[in-house]
Nanobody
Framework: QVQLVESGGGLVQTGDSLRLSCAAS????????MGWFRQAPGKEREFVAR???????IYSDSVKGRFTISRDNTGNTLQLQMNSLKPEDTAVYYC??????????????????WGQGTQVTVNS
């Protein structure tokens, strides 16, 4: 089992920045690829970013160039630096951990463990 706890969400204005964190405990953090997803009211959960065990990253087109995913395998934490925030970034943000092979990590089904989410609200 892996336990994931997100933090760092809040209410910000358009153009502001936020840094989300995800603290992992349980099994060896470095064995998992990690992802960030988000879910806005009335919408399906969508992919935001993924980082592999070795640090390779992919992003959704909607956040590419504005968000940065990173991980600290020593501290067992995952981060999401979000810059130039827009109202359409408003959502509950979830971190997730997965251990499967031959997957992109861009689908919810690629992950085995999820955090409880943290709310990000961007006012216009």
């Amino acid at each position: 089992q892996v336990q994931l706890v997100e933090s760092g969400g809040g209410l910000v204005q358009t153009g502001d920045s936020l840094r989300l964190s995800c603290a992992a405990s349980g099994r060896t953090f470095s064995n998992y690829y990690m992802g960030w997803f988000r879910q806005a009211p009335g919408k399906e959960r969508e992919f935001v970013a993924r980082i592999t065990r070795g640090g390779n990253t992919i992003y959704s087109d909607s956040v590419k160039g504005r968000f940065t995913i990173s991980r600290d395998n020593t501290g067992n934490t995952l981060q999401l630096q979000m810059n130039s925030l827009k109202p359409e970034d408003t959502a509950v943000y979830y971190c997730a951990a997965g251990s499967r092979t031959f997957v992109s990590g861009a689908r919810t089904n690629d992950y085995d463990y999820w955090g409880q989410g943290t709310q990000v609200t961007v006012n216009s």
